[in-house]
Nanobody, 115 residues
Framework: QAQLMESGGGLVQPGGSLRLSCSASGNFVSINNMAWYRQAPGNERELVATISTNTDTTYADSVKGRFNISRDRARKTGYLQMNSLKPEDTAVYYC?????????WGKGTLVTVSS
């Protein structure tokens, strides 16, 4: 069974950095696009960043210049480097991959930005 697992979340002070990882395990025939979403309490889930198979990237306006998405295709792992974190970045961060058989989501990792 194909599964995704996020890691790297935690508590960080404003201005700090975190690096999230998304590891794929199980029967992934192939992984196309990868994406990070986040959902803050009381808010809808929102798209944060995407990366395609040829490493084209897109970012939400709110994180441009601060976040960087990358992937290691050989290791079936994606990353989200988050710098200059703000309290409004506090959310559960989810990884999603697109495969020929549909989308697969991870269960999320909590990021809390607070002093």
């Amino acid at each position: 069974q194909a599964q995704l697992m996020e890691s790297g979340g935690g508590l960080v002070q404003p201005g700090g950095s975190l690096r999230l990882s998304c590891s794929a395990s199980g029967n992934f025939v192939s992984i196309n696009n990868m994406a990070w979403y986040r959902q803050a309490p009381g808010n809808e889930r929102e798209l944060v960043a995407t990366i395609s198979t040829n490493t084209d990237t897109t970012y939400a306006d709110s994180v441009k210049g601060r976040f960087n998405i990358s992937r290691d295709r050989a290791r079936k792992t994606g990353y989200l480097q988050m710098n200059s974190l703000k309290p409004e970045d506090t959310a559960v961060y989810y990884c999603k991959v697109t495969t020929p058989y549909g989308d697969v989501w991870g269960k999320g990792t909590l990021v809390t930005v607070s002093s």
